[in-house]
Nanobody, 115 residues
Framework: QVQLVESGGGLVQPGGSLRLSCAASGSMSSIYIMAWYRQAPGKQRELVASITNRGSTNYAESVKGRFTISRDNGKNTVYLQMNGLQPEDTAVYLC?????????WGQGTQVTVSS
């Protein structure tokens, strides 16, 4: 059983930055892949970035060069550093983890980019 708790969302102006954190209960080192998804109103949930337990990363084209995903297995935490935020990045950001084939989701944290 894994619980994921996100934090770090908020309101930011266009061009600003935020860092999201996702704290996992238990040992995160066994979780093969962790990821951040986002869901905007009226839109499908989409993958933002993912990272394996070996540190291999993958990004959506729309965030490449602006967002960086990282994980600290010692702190059981995965991060999403978001720079150059734009209004189209506004969404609920959800943390995801897969452990032994079982999907786990956090509750989500709201990110709003507006002037």
């Amino acid at each position: 059983q894994v619980q994921l708790v996100e934090s770090g969302g908020g309101l930011v102006q266009p061009g600003g930055s935020l860092r999201l954190s996702c704290a996992a209960s238990g040992s995160m080192s066994s979780i093969y892949i962790m990821a951040w998804y986002r869901q905007a109103p009226g839109k499908q949930r989409e993958l933002v970035a993912s990272i394996t337990n070996r540190g291999s990363t993958n990004y959506a084209e729309s965030v490449k060069g602006r967002f960086t995903i990282s994980r600290d297995n010692g702190k059981n935490t995965v991060y999403l550093q978001m720079n150059g935020l734009q209004p189209e990045d506004t969404a609920v950001y959800l943390c995801y983890g897969n452990l032994f084939g079982i999907n786990y989701w956090g509750q989500g944290t709201q990110v709003t980019v507006s002037s």
